[in-house]
């Protein structure tokens, strides 16, 4: 594989991951939480198959979840601590980023393979 993972090439899974992170930034539960975290973990997963290049992977993981959460939001893990109060976008997003590295690099760093982190809570 060359790194041309698409959106349309996983189109279902873009769409459970956005479907399920506007769920769990509606709603914040366990639920929606570990709903989540399965649909990004296949999505990693999905875009480290395709050897597609980790900073170009980053660039389409914010692409996919631009224009979702609440106005003014955009897909970054700069939570703003400190300066604004933390969004809830921010917060789902921070757990989200974390679950997608560990699925992308699962296959190279055999450790991460067997990580099973429980669904954050997260309440904002």
Known sequence: MT???NPGSGADIGRRVVRAFDLAVAEPSLRTMAALREATITLGSAMHATALRPERAVI????LLRGHGGPGWSPSIATGRGIVP????ALVYAELFTWWVAAYYAERSPGLSAWRGRPARVNA
């Open 3 to 5: 790194g041309n993972w």
């Open 60 to 63: 389409m993981l914010k692409e």
């Open 86 to 89: 933390l969004r809830r976008e």
